[in-house]
């Protein structure tokens, strides 16, 4: 059974850091390409980042661009998202999703999330 | 980035009643356009990818086409179970972008 586990969330103020991890099982991880998708409280998705399966590609949305860092630990079978500098509009459940390819690919599996908020 | 507009935001139907939500890229995305549907306090899930093809475990009632710029999502004979909000995806290029979603109401 594929399963996507995020933990890390919690509250923090504006300005702090935080440390998403996403342990995955179940599938070929290291064959994967994973991203970060966000959904603020009553709005819609909004993809954050994706890292290509061996590590050596990634892309960031504009508004976390020089904040948000993804990183994969392959024997680990883990994604994580270090996000510093946070804002209010950082406020989202944070999703771990996994496609079969960098481009082009549907997101196969999702996780649970893990809710971000930012406030003071 | 690429844009995808969906209509109608909302919808109530009944049961047994046919579904038709559509989602229009501003540029083309070929057929990397994906549907999910997300049920409150849930996770996404993937219902059709490519455009047309369903996904494994996705019922028959679910179908999608369009390729280019104009996508549809059909849901055959509703079923109370798919109360939920509708989301299409572009994964043709960075920023990847989702459409701004539309909530399907049972009657």
């Known amino acids: 059974e594929v399963q996507l586990l995020e933990s890390g969330g919690g509250s923090v103020q504006p300005g702090g850091s935080l440390r998403l991890s996403c342990a995955a099982s179940?599938?070929?991880?290291?064959?994967?390409?994973m991203s970060w998708v966000r959904q603020a409280p009553g709005k819609g998705l909004e993809w954050v980042s994706t890292m290509s399966g061996s590590g050596g590609s990634t892309h960031y949305a504009d508004s976390v661009k020089g904040r948000f860092t993804i990183s994969r630990d392959n024997p680990k079978n883990t994604l994580y998202l270090q996000m510093n500098s946070l804002r209010a509009e950082d406020t989202a459940v944070y999703y771990c999703?996994?496609?079969?390819?960098?481009?082009?690919?549907?997101?196969?599996?999702w996780g649970r999330g893990t809710l971000i908020t930012v406030s003071s | 980035e690429i844009v995808l507009t969906q209509s109608p935001d909302f919808q109530s139907v009944t049961p047994k009643e046919k579904v038709t939500i559509t989602c229009r890229a501003s540029q083309s995305v070929g057929s990397s356009l994906h549907w999910y549907q997300q049920k409150p306090g849930q996770s996404p899930k993937l219902l059709i990818k490519s455009a047309s093809q369903s996904f494994s475990g996705v019922p028959s009632r679910f179908s999608g086409s369009g390729s280019g710029t104009d996508f549809t999502l059909t849901i055959n004979s509703l079923e109370a179970e798919d109360a939920a909000t509708y989301y299409c995806?572009?994964?043709?290029?960075?920023?990847?972008?989702f459409g701004g979603g539309t909530k399907v109401e049972i009657k």
């Open positions: 999703a996994g496609a079969p390819s960098y481009y082009g690919s549907a997101y196969d599996y």
């Open positions: 179940g599938f070929s991880f290291n064959n994967y390409a």
């Open positions: 995806h572009q994964s043709s290029s960075f920023p990847l972008t």
